[in-house]
C-alpha cells in the first residue's frame, strides 16, 4: 500500500510485522518479518509493481525472529545488503537465539554489512535519521523523516501500547526511547505490529495515552 510518493506499508499478517518500503534514490525495506510469512509480503508488493530483486537495501529495526527471520532467505536468493544496530550484534547471535529455543522457534543469523553506531545516524542519503532507541532491546532503532513526517518506530511503541521489556529489554531505557521520539514533529506513526495512526493530533494523542500509562508501571 503507497502511503506517501517515496513510502510504503504492508501489513502483517500472523506472526511476523509490518513492513515498510522507503525510496529515495535506493529502494529500502524496512523489517520483512518472519519467514513463513514472506510470500505474503512478496503478493503485497507485488500489487504496488515491486518485486525483492528491486530492493537494495534491508534496515531491521531489531533482532526479534518476527520483523527479520525472512532476511537470511531473501539474502539468499538477492544478495541484499542489511543494516542494523550494532548493539543486536550480541543479542542476535547470542540472547535471541536461546529465547527461540524456548519458544521453539528457528532462526538463522545473516550477514550484516552496516552497523549503526550513533545515537543519531544517516544511511544511503536517504532523507531519515536513524534513532537508537532502545528499550524493546538494547539496539532498537526508529527511522525519522523530518520533511515528510513520519515515524517507523518498530516495537518501540504501538497504537495504544508499547513494547515489551522482558525479553532482554529494559523499562527505563524504553521510557526514555518514548519521551525522545515524543518530541519529533510526527503526522504519521509507522509501528512495527499494529494499525498506523495518521494525523499529528492523533500521533500526540497516543503518545500522551501512552506516558500516561508507563506513569503507572
Known sequence: MKLRSKLYYYPETGFTSNSYIIEDGVRVLVDPGHQNHLQSLIEFMREDGLELRDIDYIIVTHA???????????QKQYGIKVAMHEFEKQYMYGQSKFFLRLLGLSFTPFDVSYWFKESEDRFEGLDVTILHTPGHTPGSISIYSPTQKYLITGDLVFDGGVGRTDLGGDSTLLTRSIERVSQLD??????????????????SRNFKLIKNFMSYL
Open 64 to 74: 526479534h525472529v518476527d520483523h527479520c527471520g525472512a532476511v537470511y532467505e531473501i
Open 186 to 203: 510526527v503526522e504519521l506513526l509507522l509501528p512495527g505490529h499494529g494499525p498506523i495512526i495518521v494525523g499529528a493530533n492523533n500521533v
